[in-house]
Structures are given as structure tokens and as C-alpha cells.
């Protein structure tokens, strides 16, 4: 086996195929990382989004003072070490319909569309619902800068529970909502695969995927001519899902300084256990900045919960024993709860300060940081739980996105702005050449003054 | 099967079923001002009023949407396929849920990360099959070949797709074989063929191009026996056909209704048939969500995943009993005076353990324990983590037990539970509800059932006295057919168990299970056949089973899905 360390480096980082099939990754160690670094210019830019649920307390949230001269809110407030790689948007109303305020709020957020007519009933004055009829604002950058990694994008969940409206907010289309990987097992292993194969077996199962592919693709084409045209379009999102995987076959990566195999991760004992919340979190997070750090993705995302989240905070001091979403709905006036809530929303500020501490952690190629070449957006269903109301709805992003966002910056807008238009300075941050996203009527344009 | 004999020309109903019109009656409530901000109870609980469109006027198939394996059935046809539980099927992503239920053919979506789990789970399939090629391709033994492998393909491939496969299918998997053979030997070669069948869409869709227009029913097209052969099999088995089945198919013998009906007593004489039905009833009481459910540790400490699941083996037990040996009508579901349990289930309800020791029989006597709405496993999940939950055990009959969804509360108010007083009853609390009228319109439709459960707590434990104060299980039903006051869970039941309109209720529900969608106008002839055989069977769930298979909406699909 001399001989086989020395082929594994010339192999390089080419061989680090998708790990969605046989899991074709090779190892990482040493032979992964870049000869040299490359000019600045090449470092690739990354798009995260987080998403926590149920409303904010928008008074605890918001921060005071000026653009550029603000205070940090409660709940902001382990956010503070961060304060100059943020942009707090505030007074932006998120546009949403179709289902519950809910549902509505989380089909919109990142798509800025309605959802379709469907079967999901929620506790709506609107009756039920479908899937959100567009593409989520992750997935269209994905599309414009996913396309050499060996993962398009990769969504990450916490607990996220049911497949239905409440627990999918990345849609990479009308109707195809993607599915959030919950076991960060599972995840490490999609990452990270198999290590240890020799370059010729590592040939081998690539040679055999590609031919079972292909042939697969053949049989879905003769199966789809005999069906009707509803029929034809699952099984075009089917075909369009294996021509993914197999043009990532040879997808070249090009990891960071900081690019490391973390090791499979020691999940906690029960993965459903409300207790474990924290402890899931958190190996995500570090899986997610470890994808973004090896380049393995350029897009991620990480949804706590879901939406209508009954999550108890257990492990706060003192401990909010009452489900998330019966205390969201307590009134205004009733401050124990309103109390309970801020601290929830200050658990997850400091989760989203984690994040950020190990994208700032990691070194890129030329001695920037990860978090410098990131665009992050941290976002919530809904503005104030108990109205349902998504005016005002709570955006923090984060990063620097290799220099299109200028940040340490608070952006207060009146008028209830929809949303979309922030969506589309989020995509013109991410060199996306686009002045509209999601449903037209809801479109004004970029958002003035963000970028 | 009275209102569907072969060949009975069918005309529009005069029958008015009370039903349809019942579902249309609760939309009275009053809701407050429109726009935003909106207001809801938020709670995702899936189900809808059953359409009130026309009554049986026109026979229509309705829809027949692209239906792909769900999880559970890969799972179990991959077993049979194989012969045994060979693959890791647990990295599968969870199905959608819609209606309830984990086959709504209307919510599948698609996405690398499901496929990859397909190709992936394929793949080993096919290294299954090549390392045991004695007992998956018994000719390679002696002649290892391009012939053996045909061979292969032919059989192994006739069930995974369901179908004999055609001449183009054929080729173009030899073609898959002699690639792979040729890179790495014959083994090879079935270890790609294996994979490609498996992750075609012949093996993880149930594709339906049909047989052609039939006489008997302008507009539809006739499933073909293998089509036929593999809805009978999902809908009963959640798997595969037998070869019974299939040789059923290849010799016309699933032609008429009564050729359906003969191959359905059949299967259900199988015990395959029983998971099928207990998924329906876990899904259709929301069951699943015991695996993980929440519960306060202070306030219910002896709530433990341990007990959880023994609320699911319970109920799981009860419902096979009652169906398959013991009465086998939806009444005794709701009413029968026995469950099952060990000895720590029993004392938890406070009756003696079982004889025998572990799980067994056990007599509940009838009179704080009767049927699935007086089990921990429904009681559970519908209690909140600190409190028991009188709202959302009345919605869940309202909308799973009588098919129909209630109003939502009215916009512009803050929608909150009333916080725990030690020195009141939950009931007590819940009164505001009726104190202001912004809530008494729609509450007064859910809240008069679900306090007849007060004598049970969050996690179903019996409760005599609450705050200090005795507990009042005292209830009334309105607006449905069996309308009239009660004293607590049981007698509700026995209430229920008369009911006709839920007798309805519980065929729409599983129209929606066995058919994978949920009911449209054009479906009224289907469900008028099915919910009057079902009572006219007395609520007898296994002739239910059967009437699933004698519907328009089951033999046939509209010409116009397939252009």
C-alpha cells in the first residue's frame, strides 16, 4: 500500500466526488488542501441562510440609534462581538399567502411567492394549502454559483419533524420543496464518505454510477411518454434531480486554509428528544461551516425547528418549560411571557453568533475570512407571534460577501417595503444580475440602500 | 355490496345522504375584520371539510396522480423483493404528510437528496443480488452468461416493475449488463441491472398508462390487470403483488368487481393486510406523533418514551384484535370494554395486569376505559405538555371523526392558553372561551366534546378531582346526528358509535388512505358506493377494505390524465 498515499495526493481535490450516491469522497487530510494559495480574487463567495420560528419580540430585537451608530438589542446582544460584520434590517413587511399566517410566512420567506392550492390545512382563515409556487432565493443563487461544488447547496435541520408546509422553507422550484437532512450522521456522511478507496476503485464506482444513471435517465423517458402531462412533471423533477448528481460526479472542490475533516460526529443519545435540541445544533453548525470552509458547497442552510415550533427551552436558566409556540400567542401584556420569549430568541442569537464565530475562525486561501466571502441572512416566519403579523418581520444578515455588503450597519425602512425587494439586493450581493424575485406584484426592486 | 354489483348501471343517487349537507353547516361562525395582521390557531393539524360538492349525479374516476412508494411500502416491498430486511431503507427522508396521512400523491416532491437515497439504496440492492448470485440467479451457477442474465432480468425484473417487462425494456437492460460485465465480469453486470430496475421509475412510481377506453364508462380508461394487481396489493398489503396475484393479472381473473372483490377476501385473509390497516388507524388518529411526543417532565414525570411506546403497542394490539378477530366493526373500535397492555400499562390505568405476564389482554370493564378515545396513545397526543387539552381533542372529532373542519378563530385577537392554576380545573379555565362571545361562536362547537374527556389528564392518566375541585366530564354534541348531552369519554363513544355521518366520515378517510388524494367533487359516485356499503356492512372495516375496490375511482382513471 506505498504506493497508494502518494496516488491519493496527485489525485486531489478532483476526486472528491458527490457523496449523495457511493459516497465517492476521497479522504481529505492532506491531499485536499490547495497547493498554494490562489489570488484573491478566486476565493468563491457563500450564501447561508438560518431560519428560527415563531416571531420575535420586536422591542427586545430592534436595535437603537443610527445606521452606523447603534446599540445592540437584548436580544442581539451575543451578536455584540459581531456587531461590525452585521446588518440589522428592520420595518421590512414579509410577504406571504395562501394557508395560515404560519404557513404563509414560511412558504414566502425565502420565496417571496404565495403558496398553491394544496392539501395542508392549517388553523387558517384561508383554508389549506399547497407548496410555494417558486424557487427559494438560496436555490436561485445556487443555480448561479453552486454549479462546481459537490453539492449544490446543502440544507440542514433541526428537529424539523413533518414533511408539510410548516417544516420546508428552500424550494428549488413551484412545488419542490427540499428536503432538510436532520441526522448530522447522515450529513457528515453525504459530506464526507467513504475514505480510503483507491483511485482505481474510486474509478470504478464512478464508471458504475455513471452507467446506472444514465440508464436510469432512459427508463424515465420511455416511462414518462406514456404518461399524462401532470404525471410527466413529477417525473421531470425526478430526471432533473439525477442529471444533479450525475454532473457533480466530477465536481472540483476548492477548499480553505481552514478545510478539515471533523470526524463523524457523536450525536446525542435520541435524536427526538426535545433535550437534544442544542446538542443537534450544534454539530450542524459545525458541519455547515466545515462544508462552506472545504468547499464542498457554496450555499447552506439551517432551519431550527419549524414553523409552529413546540420546542421548550429547557436548558435555559431559568428553564422555559411551556412549548414555544402556546407562549408565542401569550398577549403583549403578560410579561413573564414576554420575558420567556426574549430569552428564546437570545439563545438562538447566540446560536447565530456560533455560526458566525466559526466562519470568522476560518482562513481562506489568502488570508481573509470564511464570514468575509459569506452573505448570511437570519430570519423568522413571522414578525410577532401572537398576531401572526410578519410586518416588521426580523432580518439580521451577517458577512461581508466578498465585499458587496457593506456592514456594522442598522437599516430601519418604513412603509412595509415587502420583502422580495431585500431578497433581490441579496442576490445582487451575490452577483445575481436581477432587479425582481418572487411574485411580481410583490417586487418594487432592489432594496434602496442596502447595497 | 349491495349498491355495486358488476355491471349494475349506475344513475345519479336520489338518495340525499345527510352528510353532505352537514359539511357545508358549521361555517357560521362569526370572523373579525379582514387584512392583515391574521390570526389563527396555527396549529398544522392536517384535514379538510369533505367537498360539499354535487351529490352522485355523474360517474367520474376523478384524478388518478403519479403515487410513488411511500417509505413504509418501499421498505416492505424491498423486503419481499429480496427476501429480507437487506437494505439500510432508515436513510430515507420522511414522506409529506397531507390529510393526515403519508401517501397523498399530491404533495410528493422530489430532491437530490431523496434520489441520491434511491440511487444509493439501489445500488446496494444490486450488491446484495451479486453477492449471492446462487440464490438470486440460480443459472449463474452453470452458465454464467448474457442468456442467465436475461433470464435474470426477466424475473427478477416482472417484480420489481410489477409487469413482464417489454422487448425495448428488455434490450436496453441487457445493455446495462453487458457494460458492466464487461468492467468487471458477470457479477458485475447483475450488480448494474439489479441497481438500474431498482432506481427506475417502474419500481419507485406506480405508473398507470392504462389498457385502453372502456364501454363501461365514457371518459375513463380501464386500468390493466397489472395496474389493477398492483393497487390491490398497495392498498391492502402496502407491498408487492404474490404470485397469486399475478397470476391473477396474467389471466384475465381481475376483470370485473367481483373478480376485485374475490382477490380482496383473499388478501385479507393474509396477515400481510395487517400493518395496512394499522397504518390507516395510526395515521388517521395522528398516532405517529407518540414517537418523540414532548411532555412536561415536572408536571407528567412518568411520562417515558418506555410508556410511549406502550400506548402504541396498545393501541396497535386493539385495533388487530378488533378487526381481525373479535367484532371487526368501526363501533367496537370506539367502544370495545377491553385493551391490551403489561403489567405497567394496566396499573397505569389502574386495572389488573394481564394474566400471563407481558403484553395481553386486559378487561377494562367499560366504565373509565372503552375504545381508541379512552387509550393513552390518543389521549397523549392529543394533551398539551402540561395540561390536558379539551379544544384540540374536540377538533380532532369534529375534523378526523365527523369530516368536518370548524372555523377558524376570528382575526385580530390574541389566541392563548389559559396558564395553569392550581386552584382551578382545567375546564374552569378553558370557560373564557364561552364567557366572550369573539370565541363562543366557534367554541361551542368543540369544547362541549373535548371537556367530556376532562376525567384525563395530558398523558391519559384517570383524574377524579383537579385544582382541589372534582372534575366535571360532562358534554354535548351539536350539529351532528347523535346530538345530545353526555357524562364523559365513554359514553361519548357509545354515542359516536351510532353515528352514521361518522360512519361516512371514516370511509372518506380512508378513501383518502387507499387512494392517496383526497376527495374531489367529481368523486361523489365513488364515495356515495363506498360509505353506503360500508353501512350497509354495519361499520364492518374489512368489508370497507373491499368496497375500496369496487369504485369507479378505483378500477378506472380519466382518459384525460393521460394526454
Known amino acids: ?451 | 355490496m349491495s349498491t355495486t354489483s358488476p355491471g349494475r348501471p349506475r344513475t345519479a343517487s336520489g338518495t340525499a345522504l345527510a352528510w353532505w349537507v352537514m359539511a357545508v353547516g358549521l361555517g357560521a361562525c362569526s370572523s373579525g375584520g379582514g387584512g392583515t395582521p391574521k390570526v389563527d390557531s396555527g396549529s398544522p393539524d392536517t384535514d379538510v371539510t369533505p367537498s360539499a360538492g354535487p351529490l352522485c349525479a355523474t360517474r367520474d374516476p376523478g384524478p388518478s396522480p403519479l403515487r410513488r412508494l411511500t417509505d413504509a411500502e418501499y421498505a416492505q416491498t424491498v423486503h419481499d423483493l429480496l427476501g429480507g430486511d437487506l437494505l439500510d431503507v432508515s436513510r430515507l427522508p420522511p414522506g409529506e404528510r397531507a390529510l393526515g396521512f403519508d401517501n397523498n400523491a399530491d404533495v410528493i416532491s422530489t430532491s437530490d437528496l431523496l434520489v441520491g437515497a434511491y440511487e444509493d439504496l439501489a445500488e446496494q440492492a444490486g450488491g446484495v443480488v451479486a453477492g449471492n448470485l446462487a440464490t438470486y440467479v440460480p443459472c449463474s451457477m452453470s452458465s454464467p452468461d448474457a442468456v442467465c442474465a436475461a433470464q435474470f432480468v426477466t424475473d427478477f425484473g416482472g417484480r420489481a416493475w410489477r409487469r413482464p417487462l417489454d422487448a425495448g425494456e428488455q434490450a436496453a437492460l441487457a445493455a446495462v449488463f453487458a457494460d458492466g460485465a464487461t468492467a468487471g465480469g458477470f457479477a458485475e453486470g447483475i450488480s448494474r441491472v439489479t441497481a438500474v430496475m431498482m432506481a427506475s421509475p417502474q419500481f419507485l412510481y406506480r405508473g398507470e398508462p392504462g389498457a385502453g377506453p372502456t364501454a363501461d364508462l365514457a371518459g375513463a380508461v380501464a386500468l390493466s390487470p397489472y395496474e389493477l394487481a398492483t393497487r390491490l396489493s398497495y392498498l391492502i398489503w402496502g407491498t408487492m403483488p404474490d404470485a397469486a396475484l399475478f397470476d391473477a393479472a396474467a389471466n384475465g381473473r381481475l376483470a370485473t368487481q367481483a373478480d376485485l372483490a374475490r382477490q380482496t377476501r383473499r388478501m385479507l385473509n393474509d396477515s400481510r393486510a395487517h400493518a395496512v390497516v394499522s397504518a390507516f388507524h395510526a395515521q388517521w388518529l395522528g398516532l405517529d406523533k407518540l414517537q418523540g411526543l414532548d411532555k412536561d417532565a415536572v408536571v407528567y414525570p412518568t411520562f417515558t418514551p418506555a410508556l410511549a411506546a406502550a400506548f402504541a403497542q396498545e393501541t396497535n394490539r386493539f385495533v388487530d384484535e378488533v378487526v381481525w378477530n373479535r367484532e371487526g366493526t368501526l363501533a367496537a373500535l370506539l367502544t370495545a370494554p377491553y385493551t391490551f397492555g403489561d403489567a405497567t400499562l394496566a396499573a397505569f390505568y389502574g386495572l389488573p395486569a394481564p394474566t400471563g405476564g407481558g403484553f395481553g389482554l386486559i378487561q377494562t370493564g367499560g366504565t373509565q376505559r372503552a375504545g381508541l378515545l379512552t387509550q393513552g396513545a390518543f389521549l397523549s397526543v392529543y394533551g398539551k405538555a402540561n395540561q390536558s387539552d379539551p379544544v384540540h381533542r374536540g377538533r380532532f372529532v369534529r375534523e378526523r371523526l365527523f369530516c368536518t373542519t370548524p372555523p377558524p378563530p376570528p382575526q385580530n385577537i390574541i389566541i392563548r392558553p389559559p396558564d395553569l392554576d392550581p386552584r382551578l380545573t382545567t375546564r374552569q379555565r378553558f370557560d373564557q372561551h364561552t364567557i366572550d362571545p369573539a370565541c363562543s361562536g366557534c367554541h361551542e362547537l368543540l369544547d362541549p366534546i373535548g371537556f367530556g374527556f376532562e376525567h384525563y389528564d395530558g398523558i391519559g392518566r384517570w383524574r377524579d378531582m383537579e385544582g382541589g375541585q372534582p372534575v366535571d366530564g360532562t358534554g354535548a354534541l351539536s350539529r351532528t346526528d347523535v346530538d345530545g348531552d353526555f357524562d364523559g369519554a365513554v359514553q361519548l363513544a357509545g354515542k359516536l358509535a351510532q353515528s352514521t355521518e361518522l360512519q361516512v366520515c371514516y370511509a372518506t378517510q380512508w378513501f383518502r388512505f387507499g387512494y392517496g388524494r383526497g376527495e374531489t367533487d367529481a368523486d361523489a359516485c365513488s364515495l356515495h358506493d363506498l360509505a353506503t356499503a360500508f353501512v350497509a356492512a354495519k361499520g364492518d372495516v374489512r368489508e370497507l377494505v373491499v368496497a375500496l375496490t369496487q369504485t369507479d375511482a378505483f378500477r378506472y382513471r380519466r382518459a384525460g390524465d393521460l394526454q
Open chain 1, 1 to 451: 500500500m506505498s504506493h497508494f498515499l502518494d496516488d491519493r495526493r496527485t489525485l486531489s481535490r478532483r476526486t472528491m466526488l458527490r457523496a449523495g450516491g457511493v459516497s465517492l469522497a476521497l479522504p481529505f487530510l492532506d491531499a485536499m488542501r490547495p497547493r498554494k494559495a490562489r489570488a484573491a480574487g478566486a476565493i468563491p463567495k457563500r450564501f447561508v441562510v438560518m431560519f428560527t420560528p415563531n416571531g420575535t419580540i420586536h422591542p427586545n430585537w430592534v436595535p437603537s440609534g443610527t445606521e452606523t451608530a447603534f446599540t445592540l438589542s437584548p436580544i442581539l446582544s451575543p451578536l455584540a462581538a459581531h456587531q461590525s460584520d452585521l446588518v440589522v434590517v428592520d420595518g421590512l413587511y414579509q410577504q406571504g399567502g395562501g394557508g395560515d399566517g404560519h404557513q404563509s410566512g414560511i412558504g414566502g420567506m425565502l420565496t417571496g411567492q404565495v403558496l398553491n392550492p394544496g392539501p395542508f390545512q392549517g388553523g387558517a382563515n384561508n383554508g389549506a394549502a399547497g407548496w410555494a409556487n417558486g424557487i427559494s432565493v438560496d436555490q436561485e443563487i445556487a443555480a448561479h454559483i453552486g454549479g462546481t461544488t459537490p453539492l449544490s447547496s446543502l440544507e440542514l435541520g433541526v428537529q424539523v419533524g413533518s414533511a408539510d408546509d410548516w417544516g420546508r422553507m428552500i424550494y428549488g422550484g413551484p412545488n419542490q420543496p427540499l428536503i432538510p437532512e436532520e441526522n448530522p450522521a447522515r450529513a457528515y456522511q453525504r459530506l464526507f464518505a467513504t475514505k480510503g478507496e483507491s483511485p482505481a476503485q474510486v474509478a470504478f464506482l464512478r464508471a458504475r454510477k455513471k452507467s446506472i444513471l444514465d440508464a436510469v435517465q432512459d427508463q424515465l423517458r420511455a416511462v414518462s411518454a406514456r404518461l399524462g402531462a401532470n404525471d410527466r412533471a413529477r417525473l421531470d423533477q425526478h430526471a432533473t434531480a439525477l442529471r444533479d448528481i450525475e454532473a457533480r460526479l466530477d465536481a472540483q472542490a476548492m477548499p480553505s486554509m481552514s478545510c478539515a475533516d471533523p470526524g463523524a460526529p457523536a450525536l446525542p443519545s435520541s435524536l427526538t428528544d426535545n433535550d437534544s435540541f442544542p446538542a443537534i445544533g450544534k454539530l450542524q453548525m459545525d458541519l455547515l461551516a466545515v462544508a462552506l470552509a472545504c468547499d464542498l458547497t457554496r450555499v447552506a442552510s439551517l432551519m431550527w425547528s419549524r414553523s409552529v415550533s413546540l420546542t421548550r427551552f429547557t436548558w435555559l436558566s431559568p428553564a422555559v418549560l411551556d412549548p414555544h409556540h402556546d407562549l408565542s400567542h401569550k398577549p403583549d401584556s403578560d410579561t413573564a411571557s414576554q420575558d420567556k420569549l426574549t430569552r428564546i430568541n437570545t439563545w438562538y442569537a447566540a446560536q447565530f453568533a456560533y455560526l458566525l464565530d466559526k466562519l470568522a475562525a476560518a482562513q481562506e486561501t489568502d488570508g481573509t475570512r470564511l464570514l468575509d466571502n459569506t452573505l448570511l441572512l437570519w430570519s423568522n416566519e413571522l414578525g410577532k407571534g401572537n398576531t401572526h403579523s410578519r410586518q416588521s418581520a426580523p432580518y439580521v444578515l451577517a458577512g461581508r460577501a466578498g465585499g458587496a455588503l457593506r456592514t456594522g450597519r442598522f437599516l430601519s425602512y418604513t412603509g412595509d417595503l415587502p420583502h422580495n425587494n431585500l431578497l433581490v439586493s441579496l442576490l445582487q450581493a451575490m452577483d445575481v444580475s436581477t432587479t425582481k424575485f418572487g411574485k411580481d406584484d410583490w417586487c418594487t426592486g432592489p432594496l434602496s440602500g442596502l447595497l
